[in-house]
């Protein structure tokens, strides 16, 4: 059967690892009739942790769509993990729905994803609702998670349902306010929902004055959906996906009150950037051309590369002919496939709103937009803003001979996991996986044995260094050589200035007259370039800094490429070296969850590491969360020493922060030991 776009609804659920994501949509499936009984998390039987690795850990690692078709209305369900360390697959699935709902777990409440899902899903303009999952919990205390809700999102986060029976029913505040709750009134909840609603819109407000309490939901469908995405209302509502309390009112509310693909605040694409940049709206409309975007890459044993994409304008058939971004050659849709989990059955054609799979085209990368007019080659998604994945190891074959496949490996993993970065970082010659924690990539390494069967050696990374400058400086090089007939001849007078932290490389050619004619201007920004791949310093890339090139002198004969290629280059050196070069450490925003009692050691560790404790928070179950920064390169092998400090029972994660110069005396000894192996790129 075939949904228009407005019998659509698009949902992801997002929020803390163990908040019961995977659960609740094994419950709203088997609410919706499309699972004969529940799985479970434990037993490994759900639909959506269909991964070995899944299952073994009881936690989702991938994301995972499902659909169910419910009073005819299709919903598609996305179930993303929770760990920080997976967000990268929770992120993306933002752009491929119009709702976030993010779950909260009863007992432990706001956490971090719950923290940073919210904030996602705002800038990203979804509308947003909050579930409360595990009312059924014995030790909740659901006033007090409701109080911190509100204190933490604002006051338009309100209760649309409320737990009765002691959390095994919940009654609706909303169409039908009756019955008592577990705690707070049902009327004043409706009342205050209905406030919110209404200060939306002037003209409702008034009628409402007039007619007072016989206002109906119906006429407030409109306001509510506006409520919604301007982001003035989050509804809240209260589940069980253990007892099943709030399955079926969740469900219901998602089919009547959530916005379809022509409601809430689609995408926007773009066509060109910088300053040519416009926006394209894509309209949910079936036929006009196809927009659709891929949100997620599955590198399935059986089926090879498969990409999820979501339809934002036009019809997609199977043997439909798409291009893939600004790709010329369109392929063949040879399957278009609905999921449900780890299966997939054939469809023949797919709208706007629809959430499908196309399997066997290689060149389908995440983040793709497809369509079907080559003049709509440009159009991009604003590009995702995902965390840095800092957390870094250098990675080899233990057998020779593996290498080639080990890489292959490693893009397929890739390819799949946005956060899951692999480098080969200038001037060393190792392999370097970075992720997001420590989690993600043991979970790599463990991919890697038990599917694809590699065996590996890993070791820490060499640290990410940057060098930058103080101050300004000019730098000048004659390049001449005399060798038999034909000389080489080159000279470059330049000017170096630092640009603010994270501003990258600026080249400026500021010569006049000629006096380094414009065909090797290239080549002298080639050897500077040289230089900024490979510092003088202590060899590692350079950043932040602006070199103006405004004069010079050629020769007629002996002026070569080669020649300005040289020049350049040393006259970049002479010029940095004399603008107090400083060398930069990566620093790390850190959060390490403790038990109380090891609070004050782990303090103390972080600061004996040139830390900075920036404050302290209770967590779920006596624990503590320290937060804080710290230079990367002192985190090496700091789970073990957490183990050590807090007795097995420490966790931690981080992020980057920024870049800041390393301490003059650690500065000193890498740069005479750089000088020592004959590196320095010194004139
Ligand atoms: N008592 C109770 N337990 C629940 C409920 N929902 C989930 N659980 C249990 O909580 C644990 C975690 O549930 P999941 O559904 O895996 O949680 P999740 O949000 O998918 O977790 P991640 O995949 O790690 O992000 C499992 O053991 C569930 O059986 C609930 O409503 N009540
Ligand atoms: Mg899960």
């Not at 009312?135 to 998670?145: C, H, R, S, T, Y």
């Not at 709509?376 to 190891?393: A, K, N, R, V, W």
Request: proline share 6%; net charge negative.
């Amino acid at each position: 059967m075939r949904y228009s776009p407005d019998a659509i609804r698009t949902i992801a659920l997002v929020g803390h690892a163990g908040c019961g994501k995977t659960s609740l949509v094994e419950a709203l499936l088997h609410q919706g009739g499309a699972i004969h009984a529940p799985g479970s998390v434990e037993r490994g039987t759900t639909v959506c942790d269909f991964d070995p690795l899944e299952r073994k850990y009881q936690h989702s690692l991938n994301s995972a769509v499902v659909h169910l078709d419910y009073r005819d209305t299709r919903v598609y369900l996305l179930d993303t993990p929770g760990y920080p360390d997976f967000c990268g697959l929770s992120i993306s699935a933002l752009p491929a729905v119009e709702t976030a709902a993010v779950v909260v777990n009863a007992q432990t409440g706001i956490e971090m994803t719950t923290l940073r899902m919210m904030a996602w899903a705002q800038e990203r303009k979804l509308c947003r609702m909050l579930i409360v999952n595990g009312i059924d919990g014995e030790k909740v205390d659901l006033p007090a998670l409701l109080a911190q809700i509100q204190q933490t999102f604002g006051t338009g986060c309100l209760p649309i349902n409320l737990p009765a029976q002691n959390g095994r029913q919940v009654v609706d505040c909303f169409f039908n306010p009756a019955g008592d709750a577990d705690f707070l009134s049902v009327a004043a909840a409706h009342n205050a929902l209905i406030d919110q609603v209404i200060e939306i819109d002037p003209a409702l407000m008034e009628l409402y004055l007039e007619q007072g309490e016989a206002i109906s939901p119906e006429q407030l469908h409109e306001p509510f959906e506006r409520a919604l995405r301007e982001g003035h209302l989050v509804p809240i509502c209260f589940t069980s996906a253990a007892n099943g309390a709030g399955v079926a009112e969740l469900l219901d509310l998602f089919v009547r009150l959530l916005p379809n693909p022509l409601e809430g605040n689609p995408p926007l694409f773009y066509r060109d950037a910088g300053e040519r940049r416009q926006v394209v709206r894509a309209e949910p409309v079936a036929d006009k051309h196809v927009l659709a975007h891929a949100f997620k890459i599955v590198m399935d044993p059986y089926i090879g590369k498969m990409a999820v994409f979501r339809i934002h304008q036009g019809t997609v058939r199977r043997d439909s002919q798409l291009y893939i971004g600004d790709g010329r050659q369109p392929f063949k849709v040879a399957h278009l496939m609905l999921l449900q989990g780890k299966e997939h059955v054939e469809v023949t054609q797919a709208g706007p709103g629809d959430i499908c799979a196309t399997a066997k085209v290689d060149e389908i990368g995440f983040d793709a937009v497809l369509h079907d007019a080559p003049e709509d080659g440009d159009i991009h998604l604003t590009p995702l803003d995902f965390p840095t994945s800092i957390y870094g190891l250098a990675i080899e074959p233990a057998r020779r001979g593996n290498e080639q496949r080990l890489w292959e490996v490693l893009q397929k993993l890739s390819a799949e996991d946005p956060c899951l970065r692999i480098e080969h970082p200038v001037g060393t010659n190792e392999t370097v996986v970075r992720g997001l924690g420590e989690l993600h990539l043991r979970l790599m390494l463990e991919r890697l044995s038990d599917q694809y069967k590699l065996d590996v050696v890993t070791r820490p990374p060499k640290i990410a260094y940057r060098e930058t400058i103080g101050g300004g400086a000019e730098g000048h090089h004659r390049h001449k050589k005399q060798t038999g007939g034909a000389g080489q001849f080159g000279e470059v007078m330049l000017r170096v200035e630092p640009l603010p932290r994270g501003a990258g490389f600026e080249f400026v050619d500021a010569v006049k007259g000629g006096a380094i004619p414009g065909q090797f201007m290239p080549a002298v920004e080639k050897g500077i370039q040289q230089v900024i791949e490979s510092g003088p310093l202590a060899g590692f890339p350079m950043q932040d800094v602006r070199v103006t090139v405004f004069d010079g002198k050629s020769h007629s004969v002996d002026s070569k490429e080669v020649a300005f290629v040289a020049a350049g280059r040393k006259a970049f050196v002479d010029a940095v070296l004399k603008a107090q070069p400083i060398l930069l450490e990566p620093i790390v925003g850190i959060e390490v969850t403790t038990p109380e009692a090891a609070m004050g050691d782990i303090i103390g560790d972080l600061s004996a590491k040139r830390g900075q404790v920036h404050g302290t928070r209770a967590a779920a179950g006596n624990a503590v969360v320290v937060s804080g920064q710290v230079p990367l390169s002192e985190l090496n092998d700091y789970q073990s020493r957490l183990n050590a400090i807090a007795g097995g029972h420490g966790s931690y994660s981080i992020q980057f922060s920024h870049y800041d110069p390393v301490p003059p005396a650690q500065q000193e000894r890498m740069a005479s030991q750089h000088k020592k192996q004959g590196d320095g790129t010194a004139p």
